[in-house]
């Protein structure tokens, strides 16, 4: 996996814990529902870039 990707990736994870977190504190249901789905988004496409490393090599 690329850096570049990586670091998109994880960023888009934090930016949406980040979300989830302030959604949750401000009772905020929508901004919470928000930042679990971009947290997600990221986990989905780390993993994406995962097994593409494992079929190139």
Not at 17 to 39: C, D, P, R
Request: net charge positive.
């Amino acid at each position: 996996m690329g850096i570049r990707k990586k670091s998109k990736n994880i960023g888009d994870i934090a930016e949406g814990k980040a979300k989830e977190t302030t959604g949750k504190a401000l009772g905020n249901e929508s901004l919470e529902k928000k930042g679990k789905m971009e947290k997600a988004k990221g986990k989905v496409k780390q993993a994406v870039e995962r097994g593409k490393d494992t079929l190139r090599h």
